[in-house]
């Protein structure tokens, strides 16, 4: 079987947590003609994680993890670093499904938060960690409702959480902008550029990373090879963790089952000292919209705002000129419906990244081809379900059994797309429906 890559990783704008970190050390990419035990393509979290453990599992075997940028450029160093322990479904309303299933997405999400922070502890990664939780805000009373259904799945969960009048919501984030919130205590926020690049600089030494390596073919077969601008890879084994990207292989299934979805950040430039007093609030918090489709918010400790919102159905994989200069303009709305008390301060950087989503929250978790294994799907939620597939895909892959990874197994498959044109149209229309819905919310 032949795979052609007929879409690669694009600049996609400027990511303000990526250009906002010092240059990173020159690259190593393929040259000439190599082979390794394993190869992982796609150096994002879930990759990183897949590498790691298969090097844990397999301290004598040689990996490769492929890249065709620099780790931290793609959309795990562009998202707005919420390592989300509780059920996080984009597709509901108030976040939350079936108690069941959420309790064990929660060991699943908690299982990865302590993975990374034991490599970030043990590695002294600098990446802003701060385990100070989430806040979910409401702005109108459909917000409200939202949250308080929220609120009740938590309980019904068992999980703590504080409720904040809209007094208390100023106090933490400067603006009355928000009627009331919700505070869940078990998320952490990152750096997410400085995580991932962290974390592919403190692999182990049997993982050779190749970054500015784009793939451009893969033949499956006994060895998989993989056909690089300046060189070949073969291998008997291969984990893709190329998340939005696999979404264009009709051969192994995945374009019937995955939707590539794009969303949207930016960040502000640093506020001044007046600017940070008239704000006031907390140095740092992270604040998710009660509607999914709202504006997730965080005010960073160095002084800058990040905004993120906007859905966008993008099968070329790309964000064009136009959509990003769209979502600038809707990013400024939000903003300055939130703070108004500091106009004119501008974003300094809008970047777009992909998302790869599935109608039920599935992911192709598995062996897809002989030898050929996905880590892909990871619905939105890199930090914790990325690295957590990275993961068990390692351990599945090297037949090793695991509570988690039967926890894995036993969650849904993804259902199958409907055809072009219907699934764009589908997928369009709800977007701006929803998006519709969301308000003011946005
Ligand atoms: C604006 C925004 C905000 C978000 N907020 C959050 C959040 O707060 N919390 C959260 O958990 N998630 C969030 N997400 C989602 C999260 O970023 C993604 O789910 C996550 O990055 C997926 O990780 P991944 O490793 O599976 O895929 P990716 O990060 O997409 O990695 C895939 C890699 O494959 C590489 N690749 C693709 N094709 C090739 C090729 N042909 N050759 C070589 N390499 C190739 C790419 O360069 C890329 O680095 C957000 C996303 C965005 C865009």
């Not at 926020?189 to 995580?195: G, I, N, S, T």
């Amino acid at each position: 079987m032949q795979l052609k890559f007929k879409f690669l990783p694009q600049d996609d704008g400027h990511c303000g947590w990526y250009e906002t970190l010092p240059p990173p050390p020159p690259s190593t990419p393929l040259k000439g003609d190599v082979k390794a035990d394993w190869v992982v393509l796609g150096a994002g979290l879930s990759g990183l994680a897949a590498a790691r453990r298969l090097a844990e599992l397999h301290p004598n075997a040689s990996i490769a993890l492929v890249d065709a940028r620099r780790v931290g450029f793609g959309a795990s160093g562009r998202n707005s670093g919420f390592m989300v322990d509780l059920p996080h479904d984009l597709t509901k309303h108030d976040y939350t499904g079936d108690r069941s299933a959420d309790l064990m997405q929660i060991r699943l999400n908690r299982a990865a938060i302590d993975y990374v922070r034991k490599i970030v502890k043990a590695h002294g990664i600098d990446c802003d960690w701060r385990e100070q939780g989430k806040l979910h805000g409401a702005v109108e009373p459909r917000g409200e409702q939202a949250l308080e259904n929220f609120a009740k799945g938590l309980s019904a969960l068992g999980e703590p959480y504080t409720v904040l009048d809209a007094r208390k919501m100023k106090a933490t984030t400067g603006t009355d902008f928000y009627r009331s919130g919700v505070h869940a205590p078990g998320c952490v926020l990152v750096q997410p550029a400085a995580l991932v690049r962290g974390l592919g600089a403190t692999l182990p030494e049997n993982v050779r990373l190749y970054e500015d390596t784009v793939v451009r073919e893969i033949v499956v077969g006994q060895p998989h090879t993989l056909t690089t601008d300046r060189g070949q890879i073969k291998t008997p084994r291969l984990i893709l963790a190329n998340n939005a990207y696999a979404a264009q292989f009709g051969q192994l299934g995945l374009k019937g089952l995955m939707l590539p979805i794009y969303t949207y950040g930016s960040l502000t430039r640093q506020l001044s000292p007046t600017e940070l007093a008239t704000l006031g609030g907390d140095e740092s918090w992270g604040l998710i919209p009660a509607d999914p489709m709202g504006t997730t918010v965080r005010r960073l400790a160095s002084g800058r705002i990040c905004i993120r919102n906007s859905f966008t159905y993008n099968p070329d994989v790309n964000a064009s000129a136009s959509t990003l200069e769209r979502v600038h303009a809707s990013h400024r709305r939000s903003y300055e419906r939130r703070f108004p008390m500091l106009p004119g301060v501008e974003f300094e950087y809008t970047w777009g990244g992909a998302l790869c989503l599935s109608r039920n929250g599935g992911a192709p978790f598995g062996e897809i081809a002989p030898a050929v294994y996905s880590a892909v799907g990871c619905n939105g939620l890199g930090l914790t379900r990325g690295t957590m597939g990275g993961m068990l895909i390692a351990e599945y892959a090297s037949g090793i059994d695991s509570e988690l990874l039967q926890i894995l197994l036993r969650q849904p498959k993804p259902v199958a797309n409907p055809p072009e044109p219907l699934l764009g149209i589908g997928v369009r229309s709800t977007l701006m429906w929803k998006e519709w819905q969301a308000g003011i919310e946005l």
